[in-house]
Nanobody
Framework: QVQLVESGGGLVQVGGSLRLSCVVSGFAPENFAIGWFRQAPGKEREGVSCRVDRRNGDVRAYYADSVRNRFTIGRDNVKNMWYLEMSSLKPEDTAVYYC??????????????????????WGQGTRVTVSS
């Protein structure tokens, strides 16, 4: 059974940093795609960042314009987790953050943020609050 567990959310001041983690179990595809999404109160869920690790060694990362140069998506091979390093946080970054992996084998190219939907595997979310 595929499980995704996020952690690392919390309360942080404007300009601060947080590192979110996502542990994925029961899932080992040849090409691994993972996405980070967020949903702020009263707003629709939006893509934040995604990363694709292909079997041939190619790694691609994509970011929403609103977080580019502030957030970094990465992989901790030792801990077998994926993380979202967030810095220079702004009040508008306040949201519940979710990680997701595709349900079907990932063979697509281009911005992976566009390739996730409700049928994929999602975590339960971790809340980030940025106070001013």
């Amino acid at each position: 059974q595929v499980q995704l567990v996020e952690s690392g959310g919390g309360l942080v001041q404007v300009g601060g940093s947080l590192r979110l983690s996502c542990v994925v179990s029961g899932f080992a595809p040849e090409n691994f795609a993972i996405g980070w999404f967020r949903q702020a109160p009263g707003k629709e869920r939006e893509g934040v960042s995604c990363r694709v690790d292909r079997r041939n060694g190619d790694v691609r990362a994509y970011y929403a314009d609103s977080v580019r140069n502030r957030f970094t998506i990465g992989r901790d091979n030792v801990k077998n987790m994926w993380y979202l390093e967030m810095s220079s946080l702004k009040p508008e970054d306040t949201a519940v953050y979710y990680c997701a992996v595709p349900r079907d084998p990932y063979t697509r190219y281009g911005n992976c943020l566009q390739h996730f939907d409700e049928d994929d595997y999602w975590g339960q979310g971790t809340r980030v609050t940025v106070s001013s």
